[in-house]
């Protein structure tokens, strides 16, 4: 066989296998309706992933409602295939009531989850579909001083379940002190709150000094600032995307602009990090809370009643009411075989002591009395027994 040979190729083996299976992602974005959710989506990955969608107007945005829309895309580069799905949340926060409006993202979270566990506990495990939320992109208002007591409320909600990570949108808004301070306050607020982003990992001690830096850049750069274009302009003979201005020109992937290329980098770079957060972390966690439920569920609901189980219907599953009754009916066959014992014992110790023969009196020496002869009957010998 030509070349090396040893277990130093597995990582190629690893790397091969992945490749022909390919990759699969769930990226969503949540906010206000007009801060550019889906145009900084297509400017990230290239694509255009809603092509029919129509944008509601003023008279259609008063009675719509929050909705989730899934759309799913195929992504292939250098041979490596991306199985892309970003779920969008329209109509978040563009009630006047807004109390509990994020309840249905919660719901499809927490659905995500269970399809999941679901399908790993079945008996086809080969081939599951991972659906599972692995990303969040929350999309703060520039116009607010800090955040919303809507943006502390889904964050609180949320962040035990899936990885935060803040997005400061339309940041061409801003002035550089304008967008520092606004950074300052964000991350202040966060922290008041006990809010948990996702952070990005440590660099080891052997990593390149060239990725460190850049880890460290990432890092400073939150909450990420960006400016999202799809649109395609030429400044001084060179074609850049970016949104022009009566004063100028402002270029998306420009460092000096926005830090688009910072989420993007970070998003690329990290996102088997995101994966396996989400695997360990996230979904542990939701896992663990789902067994310990439907473990306790029959202990917590039986009751006993005089020797009998009660049960209240409509509380217990089919199968728990099984298990209640069987239990029960153990406990009643142990309780007989307990008094069954006691008998026989208490029968044992009565035959072993027996009471003294009448007309027999014990000596003066102490031995025991001797047998007297009965009389005979007819020349026969008669025979009595004292019990």
Not at 126 to 151: E, Q, S, T, W
Not at 226 to 251: C, F, H, L
Not at 254 to 267: G, V, W
Request: glycine content about 6%.
């Amino acid at each position: 066989m030509p070349g090396y040979v040893g277990f130093a190729n597995l990582p190629n083996q690893v790397h091969r296998k992945s490749v022909k299976k390919g990759f699969e992602f769930t990226l969503m974005v949540v906010g206000e309706s007009g801060l550019g959710k889906t145009t900084l989506v297509n400017s990230i990955f290239l694509t255009n992933l809603y092509p029919n969608r129509k944008v509601p107007d003023a008279a259609d945005k008063i009675e719509q409602t929050l909705s989730i829309e899934t759309s799913t895309v195929e992504i292939e580069e250098r041979g490596v295939k991306l199985r892309l799905t970003v779920v969008d949340t329209p109509g978040f926060g563009d009630s006047i009531k807004n109390t509990d409006c994020f309840k249905s993202i919660i719901g499809y979270i927490d659905c995500q989850f269970e399809k999941y566990l679901t399908d790993e506990s079945g008996l086809n495990r080969r081939n599951i579909v991972d659906n599972r939320v692995h990303c969040c992109f929350y999309f703060i208002n520039p116009a607010c001083h800090g955040l919303k007591m809507l943006d502390i409320a889904f964050m609180k909600a949320v962040h035990h379940k899936v990885n935060i990570v803040p997005v400061i949108a339309k940041a061409d808004t801003l002035t550089k002190a304008e967008c520092l301070r606004l950074k300052k306050r964000v991350l202040a607020e966060i922290e008041q709150h006990g809010i948990q982003m996702y952070t990005l990992p440590d660099c080891d001690e052997d990593e390149d000094d060239d990725y460190k830096e850049q880890c460290a850049q990432l890092k400073a750069a939150v909450p990420f600032a960006v400016v999202g274009s799809t649109q395609v302009i030429e400044v001084r003979g060179r074609k850049v995307r970016g949104r022009m201005y009566p004063w100028g020109v402002v270029e998306v992937e420009n460092p000096e602009h926005s830090d688009f290329i910072k989420l993007r980098t970070m998003l690329i770079t990290h996102m088997q990090d995101l994966q396996e957060v989400t695997q360990e972390i996230h979904y542990e966690n939701f896992r663990s809370e789902k067994l310990a439920e439907s473990g306790g569920t029959a202990i917590r609901k039986l009751r006993l009643n005089r020797g009998s189980v009660d049960i209240e219907d409509g509380k217990l599953s089919d199968k728990e009411k099984e298990l209640a009754e069987k239990e029960a009916e153990l406990k009643k066959m142990q309780q007989m075989l307990s008094k069954m014992q006691a008998q026989m014992q208490m029968t044992k110790t009565v035959g072993s002591s027996r009471p003294p023969l009448p007309g027999n009196l014990a000596n003066s020496s102490g031995a025991p009395p001797l047998p007297t002869s009965p009389p005979a009957t007819n020349g026969r010998a008669s025979r009595s027994h004292n019990s």
